[in-house]
């Protein structure tokens, strides 16, 4: 069963056409990878499906729901979990309130709730904590659940990034160059980490990545594109000895 | 009937250009420092009184002097004068914190309060008696068909219009006006490619403060009372202006001027004047609610 | 004794009840004993509606790192509405004819309308939370500027409530009430609505649901990518700050008794301003001793007149270039004096 599929999207900035005819289709539990050369609109292709864009035309399906023209919160509470380039942290907000934010769309409770302090605000907060303390055991990261994000090292805040998007339980992931910035021995070791996230939540991943090491030691697939068009599309081996591939990435002379 | 369509028409081009030349000023600095020179009303205001102070002073030493002569002198001076204020408060103010790197809203709030102290400062130092402007020469009324018009209304349409064309000359076709323009583009590519980024906006504040003076000159001339808080609901009805014409676009800010100034004449027409400021306001906010970036301004979108 | 020290430290007591209400007994006794006089009744009044002003705009502007600076228009609108409420309700005027209630009914329905005049100011918080949607930093500055300068100038234009010539009268709805008990009620129910106001920003930002308005200060774009309706968190943080500082109008309006447009004008939120970056964006123990110094300040610059109003801006300008952080910058009292914490804090959850 699939649980993303993208339909003959397109995309245009004014003149420029960021995407197009984009087909797509994420199947349940695998590994997914998009690569091309840089400015190829990957990250507009992520950001369409997290409600950033309104695609200007085409059909985003998740999980049997079109989601093309939602709010990316609304998209966000369909359990679609996404990191950014850019580590995107709360970096005045401890490390558990980043996690907890991820249950606001389902508080439960409103401000007058707040206000008073009501029974049912307090029980929910404390469920709330309960959970995110939780998640933070199975990562490890219990420690560190009242530092602050800008006071841990690079590779951890990456960690705690992804950690925060698990926490919206999703189903898909989507994950923007997470090894971006990180040094070879850490690399090495976000594999792994993205490894037993995929075997521990049971859930699809899709990512963008420059580094070919991640791409082929994660993916069961991967998507290749470049000037918003697909190029290539097949299992790493295929990926890698495609000629079109190559041309996009080197240049005609490379051949 | 016609006749008062074609007074309205000129009174709104008078006043259109008044908000032109400061809403000028408004946008040349936001262009090259995105920075909204909440500051520059009041750079107006003062002008005003530079151009009162420097203008009774040859009216009184230099009597027997023609009129464009004295005119010709307190405008050069005031242009001075007012440059002289606006650099000293980019120097002091704005630049230091521009050094540190401080977060745009710290200039922003920090343009508000220079404002607040030129206005109050001003009252505090010359008190509270509104001083009237000085007649350099004498007004002429020309008459025709139906329709009266002094020479000071036509000086101040044609002044307008040829800063308007200098200032697009500079920025169009001069060294400086070309990194002026790169400015605005990439700021920390500048210093890169050589071009000394703190010449660029002393110059930019030089134009944009001897617009204020020469706006501040005319309005002296035309409504000859001045007052300390003059400076704050023109410029802001300036900023609106360049707002509405699209902030950072000469073109836009220059045009916007005008549709403010026809604006309030035809507000003027059919409801009391006190509904003036009401009715800019309003304008704004729906303006910048529906189309931030105005007429003529293109869309920054932020990276994802 | 030592069972009562662990029992402290076990249960983290919560000292803040009865600091106030000790500090707020002390207060009234003194009122009530002749030691304070009207004059420091008055400051300490200012204070109250001072540090409502300062600690309803930190919600914006300190929590939510928006930047607006209009706060005195929605002080008008509440102090507007609050004081016709009031006119209308508990006193004979030429213009709203006879009472509708008994005057002396006020000494209970007082603060309801004084939150009245909040509940339209929330809603007049609207006008400046929907264009913030789109709009950001210097462009929702020049919004919250201009819905400023539109208040103003509506009421200024508006002349069945007395235009620019103000509007007065409700002086005789607190004699009502004092001709019930003889009690300064103005004093208590600012030093109630300002200690409630403070409570209640309090309790929203710490909840997961206000962490959402700060979520959008550090970055609107992983508040939305995690589900928070920043959409929404914006319209409820304009409109309890704005409702908030309506609040604040009507006491102010009670206070004085009279009324008019520009004393609502943009200085008056610049005043709004000053305390709330003296005191530090997103701290609360700041707001509240910002607006402390700063209306002694006021009060002691009283003789320098117009000089006023260039030492406060001049004040703001080296606070930005030396102390943008503020006296507290985000932190609390409980972060520089920690041991305080286990009084003062709430329990973990």
Redesign the interface.
């Known amino acids: 069963m699939s649980l993303l599929k993208i339909n003959d999207m397109t995309h245009r900035f004014g003149g420029l056409t960021a995407v197009s005819n984009l087909n797509y289709e994420l199947e349940d539990g695998k590994i997914y990878g998009l690569i091309g050369p840089n400015g190829a609109g990957k990250t507009t292709v992520f950001n369409l499906v997290s409600g950033f864009y309104n695609p200007s035309m085409g059909e985003i399906n998740y999980n049997g729901e079109v989601i093309n023209g939602m709010a990316p919160h609304d998209v966000a509470s369909r359990q679609i979990g996404r990191t950014f380039q850019n580590i995107r942290l709360w970096e005045d907000m401890t490390v558990l309130e980043n996690i907890k934010m991820s249950h606001h769309f389902k508080l439960g409770y409103n401000l007058i709730d707040v206000f008073f302090k009501t029974k049912k605000y307090q029980t929910r907060e404390k469920e709330i904590t309960e959970e995110a303390m939780e998640l933070l055991e199975v990562f490890k990261l219990t420690d560190l659940a009242h530092e602050r994000p800008s006071s841990l090292p690079y590779g951890i805040q990456r960690r705690v990034e992804i950690a925060r998007a698990l926490s919206l339980g999703p189903k898909l992931l989507m994950l923007d160059e997470p090894a971006a910035g990180l040094s070879t021995a850490d690399v090495v070791e976000l594999i792994d980490y993205i490894k037993w996230v995929h075997e521990t939540f049971n859930i699809t991943i899709w990512m963008i990545e420059h580094q070919m090491q991640v791409i082929m030691s994660l993916c069961d697939r991967i998507k290749v594109i470049d000037f918003g068009q697909e190029i290539a599309d097949g299992v790493p081996e295929e990926i890698q000895n495609n000629p079109e591939v190559i041309k996009a990435y080197l240049g005609d002379g490379a051949i | 009937m016609f006749s008062t369509l074609l007074q309205n028409l000129f009174n709104a081009l008078q006043w259109g250009s008044f908000y032109s030349m400061i809403a000028l000023g408004y946008c040349l600095v936001y262009g090259v420092l995105r920075l909204i020179n909440f500051a520059h009303g009041d750079i107006f205001m003062m002008a005003c009184y530079f151009a009162f102070f420097i203008a009774s002073w040859f009216l009184g030493n230099l009597a027997g002097m023609p009129g464009p002569i004295i005119f010709g002198l307190t405008m050069i001076l005031t242009m001075v004068a007012t440059s002289g204020l606006g650099l000293f408060i980019e120097r002091v103010a704005y630049r230091p914190l521009r050094k540190k790197g401080a977060h745009r809203l710290y200039v922003v709030i920090t343009a508000l309060m220079l404002g607040f102290i030129l206005e109050n400062g001003n009252l505090a130092v010359l008190g509270a008696s509104s001083r009237r402007f000085p007649d350099m020469f004498g007004k002429i009324v020309f008459q025709f068909a139906g329709v009266s018009l002094t020479n000071y209304k036509i000086i101040v349409i044609v002044t307008a219009v040829l800063a308007f064309a200098l200032l697009n000359l500079i920025v169009n076709s001069t060294k400086i006006g070309m990194a002026m323009r790169a400015v605005s583009y990439d700021k920390f590519a500048i210093p890169l490619m050589g071009i000394p980024l703190n010449r660029i906006i002393t110059f930019t504040f030089i134009l944009g403060s001897s617009l204020a003076a020469v706006a501040g000159i005319l309005f002296g001339m035309s409504y000859p009372v001045l007052d300390p808080y003059m400076g704050m609901i023109i410029g802001w009805k300036a900023f609106i202006a360049a707002v509405v014409g699209g902030i950072g676009d000469i073109k836009g800010a220059f045009l916007g001027g005008f549709i403010l100034g026809f604006i309030e004449i035809i507000v003027v027409a059919f409801f009391p004047s006190s509904y003036k400021d009401l009715i800019a306001f309003v304008i704004l906010l729906v303006i910048l609610s529906v189309k931030p970036t105005g007429f003529f301004g293109v869309a920054k979108s932020t990276k994802i | 004794m030592d069972n009562a020290i662990t029992l402290v430290n076990k249960k983290h007591i919560n000292l803040w009840p009865a600091v106030l209400g000790g500090g707020a007994l002390i207060i009234l006794g003194l009122v009530l004993g002749g030691v304070i006089n009207q004059y420091i009744q008055t400051v300490l009044m200012f204070i109250g509606i001072n540090i409502i002003l300062s600690a309803s705009l930190n919600i914006v502007n300190g929590y939510m790192g928006e ?1 607006s ?1 209009g706060h005195g228009g929605f002080m008008l609108v509440g102090a507007y509405t609050s004081s016709i409420l009031s006119v209308l309700f508990f006193t004979k005027s030429p213009w709203l004819g006879a009472p509708l209630l008994p005057p002396s009914s006020a000494v209970f329905l007082f603060p309801l309308v004084i939150i009245g005049g909040g509940i339209v100011a929330a809603f007049a918080g609207l ?1 400046v939370a ?2 913030s949607f ?2 950001r ?3 929702l ?3 919250t ?3 400023n ?2 208040f103003v ?2 009421v ?2 508006l002349e069945f409530i007395g235009g620019s010539r103000g509007f007065m009268g409700m002086k005789t709805t607190i004699y009502a009430m004092e001709d019930v008990a003889d009690l300064p009620f103005t004093l208590i129910w600012t030093m109630v609505f300002s200690t409630l106001s403070v409570f ?1 920003i309090r ?2 930002m710490r ?6 308005i ?2 959008i ?3 609107e ?11 929404n968190m914006k319209i ?1 943080a304009f409109m ?1 700050s704005s409702g908030l500082a309506g609040i604040a109008g009507g006491l102010f309006a009670h206070v004085l008794g009279f009324i008019n447009p520009s004393s609502f004008n943009i ?1 008056k939120s ?1 005043e709004c ?1 000053v305390m709330v ?1 003296l005191g530090g964006m ?1 701290s609360l123990s700041g707001s509240v001793l910002s607006a402390v110094v700063f209306t002694f300040l006021l009060e002691v610059m009283r003789p320098l ?3 006023k ?2 030492i ?3 004040m ?2 080296l606070l ?2 030396f102390r ?1 952080e503020g006296l507290m910058g ?1 932190r609390e009292l409980t972060d520089i004096f920690p041991k305080l914490k286990p009084y003062f804090k709430r329990r ?2």
């Open positions: 930047f600076c006008l929907i264009p789109k709009t930093d210097d462009y500055a020049i919004i500027i201009a819905a300068f539109i100038s509506l200024n234009n209640l309790r929203l909840s997961t649901f206000g962490k959402g700060s979520s200060r550090h970055d774009i992983s508040a939305e990518i995690m589900g928070v309706n920043t959409n409820v309890v200085m610049t301003l970056y997103g007149q117009i000089l109003w260039v406060i801006p001049l703001l300008i930005m270039q943008p985000n973990d959850l």
